[in-house]
């Protein structure tokens, strides 16, 4: 069908971005009914696969491909946080801008162009007019997603499982991946969109490599914004006088799984220049992270 607005989708995903967003914050700023917000923002990344693919109708391989991985992704995420926050109630990160609707506008602002620019390596590949044959990067980069969606869904699911039991009442989760990394789940989300853009680089030309931008974008964002810091800062406020965490925390990786006896023989320069144990997530004095 070709051309809408622009040659690379880029308006017409922005416009259908913002009025979906839109229609989740009236929802939400109405009824104060906030359980749909990550399941807005999920299924946000499906509409934009699916309807820049029929769009262009092309019907590549490549383009199928990445459309149905970021499908699988967005709803497997979508449904499994709607399911989740529907079982445990009132989402807190919403506990002081419920009555504030700057704050609550602010936040949905920023899902939309968080979901439009992440979105960005499918959205240029299924508006393209270029089909070069399947090489070594699609399958790399299937690859790296596939990685990427096991280690985010196994570590969902672990957590959900530690926290509904009954006996793990008001203890952190340390079991399965979690053992490994602090935050399993943040890192197969990272792993599986920078998964797609590799797979997305065989059609790419000159300006199109921004399309980077949206893989750097969540990056930036899980490590320094709204992911890591906030669980880092509310479990430290948590479970910090307690020696166990502290011990966890000292010998388990922030982001990239490894096994504890690796990691916890590191150096703390080590840690910070290679492994992302930054400072902002250890507020504490010398190599104790909690002060």
């Known amino acids: 069908m070709g051309t809408v607005l622009d040659s690379h989708f880029l308006a017409l995903t922005a416009i259908v971005t913002v009025g979906y967003q839109l229609l989740f914050f009236i929802i939400t700023a109405l009824l104060r009914f906030d359980k749909v917000t990550d399941f807005a923002g999920s299924t946000n990344f499906v509409i934009i696969a699916i309807l820049t693919l029929a769009l262009k109708g092309a019907w590549h391989f490549r383009q199928i491909v990445l459309t149905v991985l970021v499908t699988i992704w967005g709803l497997r995420l979508g449904l499994f946080l709607l399911m989740r926050i529907l079982q445990w109630g009132e989402d807190r990160r919403f506990d002081k801008m419920r009555d504030n609707l700057g704050k609550l506008a602010f936040f949905w602002i920023f899902q939309a162009v968080w979901v ?134 000292n010998i388990t990786s922030p982001l990239i799984p490894l096994p504890p006896a690796v990691y916890g023989s590191l150096p703390a320069w080590f840690k910070v220049a290679f492994l992302l144990e930054l400072p902002l997530y250890n507020p504490g004095p010398g190599d104790d992270p909690i002060s």
């Open 116 to 249: 439009w620019s992440v979105s960005l390596p499918v959205t240029v590949v299924n508006a393209s007019d270029r089909n070069p044959s399947i090489e070594a990067r699609d399958i790399i980069g299937w690859i790296i997603w596939l990685v990427g969606i096991c280690v985010e869904a196994t570590a969902d699911q672990q957590k959900l499982v530690f926290k509904n039991s009954p006996s793990n009442r008001g203890k952190w989760c340390h079991v399965g991946l979690w053992k490994y990394s602090r935050h399993p789940n943040y890192f197969g989300e990272m792993f599986l969109w920078w998964g797609i853009f590799v797979a997305s680089t065989p059609v790419l030309s000159d300006a199109e490599w921004l399309v980077i931008l949206g893989p750097i974008f969540l990056t930036l964002l899980l490590l320094f914004v709204s992911g890591i810091p906030l669980l880092e800062s509310s479990a430290d406020k948590r479970y910090g006088r307690l020696e166990e965490y502290r011990v966890y925390k």
